[in-house]
Protein backbone atom coordinates (compact mmCIF):
# COMPACT_ATOMS: atom_id res chain seq x y z
CA UNK A 1 0.00 0.00 0.00
CA UNK A 2 3.10 2.52 0.83
CA UNK A 3 4.05 2.13 -2.77
CA UNK A 4 1.18 4.04 -4.18
CA UNK A 5 1.98 7.28 -2.53
CA UNK A 6 5.61 6.53 -1.48
CA UNK A 7 8.97 5.64 -2.95
CA UNK A 8 12.42 5.06 -1.56
CA UNK A 9 13.86 7.82 -3.57
CA UNK A 10 13.41 10.97 -5.77
CA UNK A 11 9.23 12.11 -5.36
CA UNK A 12 6.68 14.31 -4.50
CA UNK A 13 6.07 12.82 -1.34
CA UNK A 14 8.32 12.21 1.04
CA UNK A 15 11.29 9.75 1.24
CA UNK A 16 10.80 7.36 4.42
CA UNK A 17 14.32 6.87 4.70
CA UNK A 18 14.61 10.09 5.93
CA UNK A 19 12.10 10.77 8.47
CA UNK A 20 13.27 13.08 11.41
CA UNK A 21 13.11 12.16 15.28
CA UNK A 22 9.75 12.85 16.06
CA UNK A 23 8.10 11.34 12.65
CA UNK A 24 9.79 8.08 13.71
CA UNK A 25 8.72 8.39 17.10
CA UNK A 26 4.80 9.21 15.87
CA UNK A 27 5.13 6.77 13.54
CA UNK A 28 2.50 4.09 14.49
CA UNK A 29 -0.05 6.95 14.93
CA UNK A 30 0.16 8.14 11.91
CA UNK A 31 0.10 5.29 10.12
CA UNK A 32 -2.83 3.70 12.32
CA UNK A 33 -4.66 6.65 13.95
CA UNK A 34 -4.08 9.07 10.60
CA UNK A 35 -2.60 11.94 12.50
CA UNK A 36 -0.90 12.94 9.53
CA UNK A 37 -4.70 12.64 7.68
CA UNK A 38 -4.86 16.85 7.16
CA UNK A 39 -1.71 16.86 5.31
CA UNK A 40 -2.75 14.09 3.00
CA UNK A 41 -1.51 10.79 5.07
CA UNK A 42 -4.64 8.53 5.54
CA UNK A 43 -5.10 6.22 8.57
CA UNK A 44 -4.28 2.35 7.44
CA UNK A 45 -6.15 0.80 10.84
CA UNK A 46 -8.17 -0.79 8.46
CA UNK A 47 -5.55 -2.61 6.31
CA UNK A 48 -2.71 -2.69 8.70
CA UNK A 49 -2.09 -4.47 12.63
CA UNK A 50 0.08 -2.78 14.96
CA UNK A 51 2.53 -5.27 14.02
CA UNK A 52 2.51 -4.77 10.22
CA UNK A 53 3.24 -1.28 11.24
CA UNK A 54 6.33 -1.88 13.14
CA UNK A 55 7.56 -4.46 10.41
CA UNK A 56 7.28 -1.50 7.87
CA UNK A 57 8.97 1.16 10.69
CA UNK A 58 11.58 -1.43 11.27
CA UNK A 59 12.04 -2.20 7.23
CA UNK A 60 12.57 1.68 6.80
CA UNK A 61 15.17 2.10 9.54
CA UNK A 62 16.85 -0.38 7.60
CA UNK A 63 16.78 0.78 4.22
CA UNK A 64 17.59 4.49 5.89
CA UNK A 65 21.08 2.81 7.26
CA UNK A 66 21.47 1.07 3.65
CA UNK A 67 21.25 4.54 2.14
CA UNK A 68 23.76 5.95 4.31
CA UNK A 69 26.02 3.60 3.95
CA UNK A 70 25.87 3.64 0.31
CA UNK A 71 26.06 7.65 0.94
CA UNK A 72 29.28 6.93 2.87
CA UNK A 73 30.70 4.53 0.68
CA UNK A 74 30.15 7.13 -2.15
CA UNK A 75 31.63 9.81 -0.27
CA UNK A 76 34.94 8.02 0.73
CA UNK A 77 35.88 7.12 -2.64
CA UNK A 78 35.94 10.83 -3.83
Known amino acids: ECSRCHTLGPSITPDL ?7 HAAFK ?10 AGMERF ?5 EKDVE ?4 YL ?5 IAYRRQ ?3 AAQR
Open 72 to 74: EGA
Open 17 to 23: RKLNDGL
Open 61 to 65: IDQSW
Open 45 to 49: DDLLS
Open 29 to 38: DIVLKGTLAP
Open 55 to 58: NIHA
